[in-house]
């Protein structure tokens, strides 16, 4: 049965104050993504999707002059029913504006920290308008060196009240009932609102209001603090607008905004090791990165041990009549690309593990067509809900704080070793941070080659826990990769692109907006995409490698894309994950299928629900592979020919203590090859044809310097 909502009878109730607001949520004719992306780069964000006979909507906060440009861009444009505009007025049940006397935010905080002796309350900084930016700490008043920080904030954006009253409710438990142990361990903050003018200024003049209250001296007002950080600060104008009547206007500048410099300067003082930014509302966990489609941060393992998956999500949503049951945990730009937004500012700045959560995914009261999101009713029950459904999620990232690398989740734990995540057409391996990096990559093709030894021609990003290794070597029909340097190997033992030649596949269409080859697949219905029987016997260590993209919508979680395998050439199927929200770029993703172990008739199929979906490079592959035998060990240094008669040859060496430096000279001393190797490296690979110069034929001296040693061989080219 549909709940009454509360709130919005004590917002109808104040509609006699002056309606200095002119701000609206109104809702806008969509036509999927495609619509969302052309309101995006309109400037406004949007609050929510809701499904009407006429169609999708999206709602989105207008003044008259921004409905004004809507139907200039030819979007039809409607009044959402039921939700008031103009002062909110703060006489709630549960909802208290900053300033106000006794009950308030500031008030209750201060009382609080008079009366408990684990509350302590501290200003950051102040507002534009001079309020404080509270930080409340739970547990002892100082920091401990030895104690890891924890951060929660709630409202960076004004409207968002439910975020305020998460981290309230947050402050009350970990005082009143966290378990014994727990505050002795970490360093718990909490920021319950971030933007303390905007925050009051929805209860004294406008509902609605997002930014902070900065008189940008053209008439507008507010910059949008999430969108103010300094990493990728105006990276583009999809994830940021530069226009300051806009709701996701960034600023004149990176870290302009008061509220931005004082969050900025408590990370300086207490880098948090893992934090949340409550918002409201969508019913998402989100994390790095946000500014682009497609990118993946470097602890991606991380992120998604703590969050879920959407098979097995970290947070479940106990509201009633929400549009979702679960929040959708990925990448900031499963729901839109942003820039200057804090996850990605503070995971690069402060290497701090960094989520947002968009609280509920909101709620639709069928019987009065009524829609809620930033509205949440005024309902002590129902906030709690919220609350209770987000506290596991909040207290397994206190947890990590001790050890992300250790973080534990719904979806499992972190890997400790390195991992491929991709052998082809790029290689990618994620590897645990500080561990030795590849040097080379060996590359075996369809017809059992070493196809290509390529040195350093590779990236390294580095995260917090864990790094990203991508080689950009590409050759066509790799189907065995061993990393040099990591001990890791793996090899597709089937592959499947959309190419000519990958027969036995069915459904979905070819395009050629390919990732490798000539063809991908796609589909924009509801289709499914199944391959042929893949013989697995014999075979462990397994997983399904994929390279995607997809333009959905994380308000319309209910399109997705399914992934089954089955073990028994498809009597039976297992979904093993799913794809959702936007992903417009394309990106490895790794399953594995350890169910598949020795399958003779392993297949895999891929479920569009109403989901626009691209795949390539489709395969099961294995992390045990015979393709690279054991290199035996070496008294001195060796080359692996001599005369070298190919177009490379490998150098090796009995392991070191120190960084092993190479050398290669002709015998009229100009030096050819001059390389330092990481610590531990046995191996160098010299490409003879490297930078299209090709190595002469004669003969040249390999030198090799380790731990004070000095090891010398004659080499000669014949060709
Ligand atoms: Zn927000």
Redesign the pocket.
Known sequence: MARPAAGLLALLCVASLPLAAQLRPVAVRVSGPKGLDSLARLGFEVAGMRRTAAGLEAIVVASPESERRLALAGLAVAPVSGVPVGPAGDSFFVYRSFDKPVTGIRATLLAWAATDTLIHVDSIGASVQGRAILAVKIGAAADAPGRPNVLFMGT??AR?WVSTEMAMRLIRWLADSAPPGLLATRDVWVIPVENPDGYQYTFTNDRFWRKNRRDNGDGTFGVDP?RNYPEFWGYDDAGSSGATGDETYRGPGPGSEPETKAIMAFHAAHPPVVSVSY??YSGLVLYPYGFRDGALAPDLPIYRALSGSDLLPAVHDSVPNTSFPYYHPGPGWNLYPTNGEYTDWAYRAHRTIAFTT?LTSGCCTPDSNLYYGFVFPDDSALVNRVFHDNLPFALAVIAAAGDPSMATGPAGTVPTAPRIESIWPETWVNLPAGGPIPFSLSVRGATGGILQRSLQSDSLSQGTVRWWWRSDVTVDQARAVRVEGTGLEGELISIGGAEDADLGWTGWIRTNDAVAGSYAWTTATNDTLTSPIVNLSGRSRLWLQFWTKHRGSTFTPEQRGLVQVSGDSGTTWSTVAAVEGDGSAWYPMRVDLPLLTGARGARVRFISVGFTWWLDAVGFASDSTGKFAALPPVAGLEVSENPVRGTQVVFSWPAGSGAPVIGVYTFGGDRLVSATLPSGSTEYAWDLTAGSRRVPNGAYLVVLQLDGRVMRRRLFVTR
């Open positions: 960076h954006h968002e999430n918002h409201t968009e």
